[in-house]
């Protein structure tokens, strides 16, 4: 027993001579050094795409701020993308909604017209006159007419048919139409008409 302890306090004695030294000569400040040296060093880890690093995500990380993108971000599509219209707008079109001709008689009323064209599907809508003879010898007083629900008529439009050409465009179109006539050339004639709408 008293061996042991003579050999324990041998070793300490040695430990504390040893740790006295290290502290007396500066070698414990630069292993100190050292390692915190070796601490700061950055570590590089670089990966290919053949042997890339492996991440797992472990948790969601909130963002409150804004992100500043340094370079130029560049978005790659695997494929052209498609980009569809669900309801694309259609062309306008111009269609002939009536058209016909006729014979007036001396001093006469005609109707190119009839009550209540319905116009409704229509933006805008043009008639087209033609009369046959001399244009001095013409003299047509028309009216133009829209109905309301009950029938009752309104005028919108007048104009002395005195040539042997006459047209004249409604934007926006009345719901509906009638074209009303008086002859006052003093023989008969004969006319044509067409009232063409535009859809858009």
Known sequence: MKRFRKWGLSVLTMVSVATAVLLVTGWGSAL????????????????????????????TVPVTGSVAVTGTPSVKFASTPLVKVSNPQAAPMTQVILSGDGVVPISSDFTPISQGTDLRPYRSVTLYLALSGDAADLNEECIVSTFDPTGTPFQIDDFTWDQNYQSVTYDPAP????VHCTDDSGFPHNYGFMLTGRTD
């Not at 050292?34 to 948790?59: G, I």
């Not at 719901?175 to 009638?178: G, K, L």
């Open 175 to 178: 719901p509906n139409m009638q």
């Open 32 to 59: 100190a050094s050292s390692v915190r040296s070796l601490a700061a060093t950055n570590v590089l880890v670089t990966n290919t795409s053949t042997n890339p690093a492996y991440v797992k995500e472990t948790a």
